[in-house]
């Protein structure tokens, strides 16, 4: 028999290596911290998920969800545990990243929740936007997190368990039935040198009633460019007839590591939209899963990837129905530069329960360097048999006769690719609901300064 937890194979810098991942996964398990007193009550679901940990091992090319994107860069570096003490952050360093638009805020810097910069004020009467430890008081709140917090399907996978088992607090957000919450909820998750080349375990649970509204913005960010490994999980219950629009962006260092998962359920007659954004960090992931569970639920997926350098961004969609009459509709775009490696891949499941699908999905992507790389596939599945689904992908560089158009009309050649840029991120970034959040990325769209080179 094979040790498949063991493997060698040739790494990022065409070296032949032989990785322990079994053994890798459990130091990264070791360094979790240990639970307060208040958190007694979570031990048992660390427990249980550090005994699914034990079992597995980090995944390698030889997977085929992971074939193209290569963790041994990750399993190079050697991460520590977070100390005890968040790192100084006063109110002037965040506000910057402050949005005007968002009422309510909740900060964790380095994975600490910081009460002192976060404000829950002006919610609708039972709504709760606080910390792990904060809901657990709240006695209206504690069946509910223990009936739905890690309950997602998929909490199975690799670095879902470890977040788990590695678990020690929690942005939580919970709507009751019938609220309308105008103003958008800020959760921002900051990464500081102090903790450099330290592995935190960002964890959000969104729980909204049936006939209720929520704006949500999940924001990752490198206050300082270090090494350091995020591993953020994301459970959002969407119930009956509600509606949750969830911006996720993630700005990292461009030296770190990024892993999330975004698990999302949907009851009857729900809206779910994601605007994802990836720009920062030297190897990301997010695994973005979608499982609609009650008729006539609706989708929508848009996704952003900007990279340059020698990057590596990868985004795993999956949309799951499982009634009648459901709908969906996605884009993901990526731009890609210099030596940049961008990875999608958008599985759509129809089984025989749900006819009447109406489900379409594109992936659109831009390499503006010869060197830039591409690996996308759009991927149906369906044993409906009255469905109407479609997919497309489509890889190209800038047309010279659009750039040739643009000159005609009086533009210089670099403005004018400057320009097609803009436009082909903006489609995507224009669908956030929050106009200064939609203005700041804007703003920072990277576009090529010159015709084969990087980005600007």
Not at 72 to 80: G, I, P
Not at 147 to 161: C, D, I, V, Y
Not at 346 to 360: E, N, W
Not at 417 to 434: G, M, T
Request: negative net charge; aromatic residues 6%; glycine residues 4%.
């Amino acid at each position: 028999m094979i040790d498949v937890s063991t493997v060698s194979e040739v790494g990022n810098l065409g070296v032949a290596t032989t990785i322990n991942r079994a053994a890798y996964l459990t130091n990264l398990l070791s360094l979790r911290s240990p639970l307060t007193d208040d958190l007694r009550w979570l031990q048992e679901v660390r427990d249980r998920a550090t005994a699914r940990v034990q079992e597995l091992a980090l995944p390698s090319t030889r997977d085929e969800e992971w074939r193209f994107t290569d963790l041994s860069s990750l399993l190079a570096t050697e991460f520590k545990a977070v100390s005890g003490e968040p790192s100084t952050i006063s109110q002037a360093a965040i506000a910057p990243y402050l949005l005007p638009e968002a009422a309510n805020r909740l900060v964790f810097v380095d994975g600490i929740f910081l009460p002192e910069l976060s404000v829950a004020a002006d919610l609708p009467a039972n709504a709760f936007i606080g910390n792990l430890t904060a809901a657990y008081r709240e006695a209206a709140l504690r069946d509910r997190l223990l009936n739905q917090l890690g309950k997602q399907p998929g909490a199975e996978e690799t670095f879902t368990t470890l977040n788990t088992a590695s678990m020690t607090d929690a942005a939580v957000l919970y709507i009751p039935s019938n609220h309308v919450v105008e103003a958008p909820i800020h959760l921002l998750f900051l990464s500081t040198t102090g903790q450099a080349s330290a592995i935190t375990h960002p964890r959000c649970l969104v729980i909204v009633e049936s006939s209720s509204s929520l704006t949500l913005v999940e924001d990752y960010i490198a206050l300082d460019a270090s090494v350091y490994f995020t591993n953020a999980v994301t459970e959002v219950w969407v119930e009956a007839n509600a509606q949750v629009n969830h911006t996720r962006i993630q700005r990292d260092s461009q030296t770190a590591f990024h892993i999330g998962k975004t698990a999302v359920s949907q009851a009857r007659d729900s809206h779910y939209t994601c605007n994802a954004i990836s720009l920062g960090a030297a190897l990301s992931r997010h695994n973005l899963e979608v499982y609609q569970t009650g008729e006539q639920t609706h989708t929508v997926l848009n996704g952003l990837t900007m990279i340059a350098d020698q990057q590596v961004a990868d985004t795993h969609s999956l949309i799951s129905y499982t009634q009648p009459y459901g709908t969906s509709n996605q884009v993901h775009k990526c731009i890609v530069d210099d030596r940049a490696h961008a990875i999608f891949n958008g599985k759509i499941f129809v089984p025989k329960a749900a006819q009447l699908t109406d489900a379409r999905q594109l992936s659109k992507n831009l390499l503006v360097s010869p060197k830039a790389r591409v690996d996308t596939k759009p991927q149906l599945e369906i044993t409906a048999d009255n469905v109407k689904c479609a997919h497309g992908a489509t890889v190209s560089q800038l047309e010279s006769d659009e750039v040739f158009y643009l000159q005609s009309r009086g533009i210089d050649e670099n403005s004018a690719r400057k320009l097609l840029v803009y436009a082909f991120a903006y489609d995507v970034i224009s669908q956030i609901p929050i106009v200064s959040l939609r203005d700041t990325l804007a703003a920072n769209v990277r576009v090529p300064h010159r015709k084969h080179g990087s980005i600007a």
